[in-house]
Every structure is written in structure tokens, then in C-alpha cells.
């Protein structure tokens, strides 16, 4: 079946530091790709997504491209803030389901 | 707009004992989806109910069930409750049940205990 592997957290940042958080997939067909975030008290949110191979995700600094030769769907952000400390959820959909990685939480020091 | 809600928040059962939890789209939404996160864990698809009908189904026993009603809201229903049941569960709605570039939206979660 699908599934989707995350690197393991926490990952512990300083303030403007950049930030990678590693995802790769599996899947027989082509799915579309999320990152959600959990920020501590509150829901599950969409951060960004794409649809398909070579797309890329961007919204509030964090990008993620769609590269289907090496199934990865890596979340970038070039200078992190505290407000960001929240866990990080890589997701693919196909159908009517969403398949998640086991999270990333992220810290970030200021 | 209210967004997706859920309740109970919080909620304690003992070993055997059934649970039931609730509920509500965000408007405008008319699919409801559930899934189980366990602590430290990425969230797992239970169910989709599109039309008051279960449309999709995770890899979850019989004692796992729901139900949707005309106005959209729906519950889920856990029998024969075990210690490994004790997780978030979360309600995510959509308008439609199969969009694939759709945002679902999910609601705070219920924090189900099982002793």
C-alpha cells in the first residue's frame, strides 16, 4: 500500500536558521502531495501542496517541490521563527484518503 | 464561518465500554472523514461518509463505525473498547469525497482514554 516516511524529530533550530525536513513516498499511482502542520493546541492545517511532478508548494515562506524521479516531497524554509515550532505532517492523497508520515516536530530557539 | 467541530474534547472509558464521538463540517462541506492519531504517531484514515454513506474504509476492525446524517454532522462509534484505542480522533470535512487537489479541514480532535 502507499505510505509516506518522514525524518525523525525533533529537529532543534535557532531563529532564521534554514530548515529541511526530509519526505519520501510510495506509491503505485500518482498522488497529490501536502505538508500539514499541527501547531500545539489546534488542528491539523494545510500548509501547502502539488498535484503533480515538478509542481511546487509554497505559503508563509515554506516551500516543497514534487520530484517524482527520487519520490521526495522535501519541506524547505530559508529562515525559520519561533512561531514555527509546531509538527509537520507529510501527506499523499489518492482517492479519498489521506496517507500521513509519522510527523516532524520542529523547535526553534530564539 | 464556523470551521470543523468536534465533541466531547476530552473523554475517559474503561476496557469494554463503548464510545460514541460527534462531529460537525465546516459550512458548506458534506463529507465527513475520520482519522486516528495515536500519541507521537501521523494521523490513520478510519472512514468517509459522503450522502449518509460509507464510502471508503482504512484498515480498522467492525467495532469502528459511523454514521451521517441529513445535515452533514456525524458520529463515530467505537465498541468494545481496548487500551490501544486510546488516541486523537479527528474529523475532517470536504465538499465532495473525491477531490484530489480539495483541502480537507479538520477539527481540534477528540482525546479518547481508555483504562
Known amino acids: 500500500g502507499d505510505s509516506v516516511t518522514q525524518m525523525e524529530g525533533p529537529v532543534t533550530l535557532s531563529e532564521e536558521a534554514f530548515l529541511t525536513i526530509n519526505c519520501t513516498y510510495t506509491?503505485?499511482?500518482?498522488?497529490?502531495l501536502f505538508w500539514y502542520v499541527q501547531y500545539p493546541g489546534e488542528g491539523l492545517q494545510l500548509l501547502l501542496k502539488?498535484?503533480?511532478?515538478?509542481d511546487k508548494g509554497s505559503n508563509k515562506g515554506f516551500e516543497a517541490t514534487y520530484r517524482k524521479e527520487t519520490t521526495s516531497f522535501h519541506l524547505e524554509k530559508g529562515s525559520v521563527q519561533v512561531s514555527d515550532s509546531a509538527v509537520y505532517f507529510c501527506a499523499l492523497r489518492e482517492g479519498n484518503m489521506l496517507t500521513f508520515g509519522g510527523g516532524t516536530r520542529l523547535m526553534v530557539k530564539p | 464561518d464556523a470551521g470543523v467541530t468536534q465533541s466531547p474534547t476530552h473523554l475517559i472509558k474503561t476496557r469494554g465500554q463503548q464510545v460514541t464521538l460527534r462531529c460537525s463540517p465546516k459550512s458548506g462541506h458534506d463529507t465527513v472523514s475520520w482519522y486516528q492519531q495515536a500519541l507521537g504517531q501521523g494521523p490513520q484514515f478510519i472512514f468517509q461518509?459522503?450522502?449518509?454513506?460509507?464510502?471508503q474504509r482504512g484498515n480498522f476492525p467492525d467495532r469502528f463505525s459511523g454514521h451521517q446524517f441529513p445535515n452533514y454532522s456525524s458520529e463515530l462509534n467505537v465498541n468494545a473498547l481496548l487500551l490501544g484505542d486510546s488516541a486523537l480522533y479527528l474529523c475532517?470535512?470536504?465538499?465532495?469525497?473525491?477531490?484530489?487537489?480539495?483541502?480537507?479541514?479538520f477539527g481540534e480532535g477528540s482525546r479518547l482514554t481508555v483504562l
Open positions: 502539488a498535484t503533480k511532478a515538478d
Open positions: 506509491a503505485t499511482g500518482y498522488p497529490s
Open positions: 461518509y459522503y450522502e449518509e454513506e460509507e464510502r
Open positions: 475532517a470535512s470536504s465538499l465532495g469525497p473525491s477531490v484530489h487537489t480539495g483541502e480537507l479541514f
